[in-house]
């Protein structure tokens, strides 16, 4: 048997099971690549706290990195909520000294119910240490213009315009997600330092979009992973992603996940749009 390719999640854990890590393991499981985690916060509202971002150190990030390294080896590598300067560092220096090969920095700042997923200090080392060795970046409209120190962006030009002010940070991909914060169609904007590529999907009547962001680097770095081109993985996750949104659903009355097995329960239904702008 051949075995499957090795990816590694650095992010917080959801308890909810919609979005963070329990997201990336389910994409994973679904692609068929071998997934491990680095758990670097857990998000979950303390009935009477109400405290919500239960950090872990340091010290036991780079313990769960070690152990992934060592017991399996890493092929790809993501990166979703960090929270704090001092992880955003330690994960930048841990990637760098282990020489990763794929790197899809998932730039996680708000989750879907308005938890707090990034200390506001944090934004210039995320820029400055990690965006730098990213082989991708991947933030949503909002995060793209907090990283574009608050730039608005509204329109496809703008985020034309904003994939290549973001590349300058340094990574060899950027993609924004305009999804729903966008007129028409979800649109995301994908810029190579070349090559500017529209990638549209048709928007999906839903609020159940918990963890769309999670999944579809999830699935970006599970395709890369398997030796997918860039270009080809960021097609395929949107595939992907968007066949999840469109069965999201929810057991209560809050937003509810995307649906992970939906692509292979019921195949692919929106074709993907693409069009390469010189
Ligand atoms: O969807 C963003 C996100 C990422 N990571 C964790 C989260 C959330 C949203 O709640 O909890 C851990």
Same mark, same amino acid.
């Given at each position: 048997m051949?075995k499957?390719?090795?990816?590694?999640?650095?992010?917080?854990?959801?308890?909810?099971?919609?979005?963070?890590?329990?997201a990336?393991?389910?994409t994973?499981?679904?692609?068929?690549?071998?997934?491990?985690?680095v758990? +670097? &916060?857990i998000?979950?509202?303390?009935?009477?706290?109400?405290?919500?971002i239960?950090?872990?150190?340091?010290e036991?990030?780079?313990?769960q990195?070690?152990?992934?390294?060592?017991?399996?080896?890493v092929?790809?590598?993501? @990166?979703g909520?960090?929270? #704090?300067?001092d992880i955003? %560092?330690? @994960?930048? =220096?841990?990637?760098r000294?282990?020489s990763? %090969?794929?790197?899809?920095?998932?730039?996680v700042?708000? *989750?879907?119910?308005g938890?707090i997923?990034?200390?506001?200090?944090?934004?210039?080392?995320?820029?400055?240490?990690?965006?730098?060795q990213?082989? $991708?970046?991947?933030?949503?409209? =909002?995060?793209? #213009?907090?990283?574009?120190?608050?730039?608005?962006? +509204? /329109?496809?030009?703008?985020?034309?315009?904003a994939t290549?002010?973001l590349?300058?940070?340094? !990574?060899?991909?950027?993609?924004?997600?305009?999804?729903?914060?966008?007129n *028409?169609?979800?649109?995301d904007v994908?810029?190579?330092?070349? /090559?500017?590529?529209?990638?549209?999907a048709?928007?999906?009547d /839903?609020?159940n979009?918990?963890?769309?962001g999670? /999944?579809y680097?999830? &699935?970006?770095a599970?395709?890369?992973a398997?030796?997918?081109?860039l270009? %080809?993985?960021?097609?395929?996750?949107?595939?992907?992603?968007? +066949?999840? $949104?469109s069965?999201?659903? !929810?057991?209560?009355?809050?937003?509810g996940? @995307?649906?992970h &097995?939906?692509?292979?329960k019921?195949? !692919?239904? =929106?074709?993907?749009?693409?069009?390469?702008?010189?």
């Amino acid at each position: 048997m051949k075995k499957p390719a090795r990816v590694l999640t650095i992010a917080g854990s959801a308890a909810g099971g919609s979005a963070g890590i329990q997201a990336d393991l389910k994409t994973f499981q679904e692609l068929d690549v071998y997934g491990m985690s680095v758990i +670097t &916060a857990i998000v979950a509202k303390h009935p009477v706290t109400r405290k919500n971002i239960h950090l872990q150190t340091v010290e036991a990030i780079e313990a769960q990195f070690a152990t992934a390294r060592k017991q399996v080896g890493v092929d790809a590598v993501k @990166t979703g909520m960090l929270f #704090s300067k001092d992880i955003i %560092q330690r @994960t930048a =220096h841990l990637i760098r000294e282990t020489s990763l %090969q794929h790197v899809i920095v998932d730039p996680v700042m708000v *989750g879907k119910m308005g938890s707090i997923l990034l200390d506001d200090d944090a934004i210039e080392v995320l820029k400055q240490e990690l965006i730098p060795q990213a082989t $991708i970046i991947t933030p949503n409209l =909002h995060e793209a #213009s907090i990283l574009l120190d608050n730039r608005p962006l +509204t /329109t496809i030009e703008d985020l034309k315009q904003a994939t290549i002010d973001l590349y300058s940070l340094g !990574s060899q991909y950027v993609l924004i997600k305009g999804g729903r914060n966008l007129n *028409g169609p979800a649109v995301d904007v994908l810029f190579n330092g070349k /090559t500017v590529t529209l990638l549209e999907a048709p928007k999906i009547d /839903t609020r159940n979009t918990s963890g769309a962001g999670c /999944t579809y680097s999830a &699935a970006i770095a599970a395709y890369v992973a398997k030796g997918k081109t860039l270009i %080809q993985a960021v097609e395929l996750a949107k595939d992907f992603v968007t +066949t999840a $949104i469109s069965y999201g659903f !929810s057991y209560t009355d809050i937003v509810g996940p @995307t649906y992970h &097995a939906a692509r292979r329960k019921f195949g !692919s239904e =929106h074709a993907i749009k693409i069009d390469n702008e010189e």
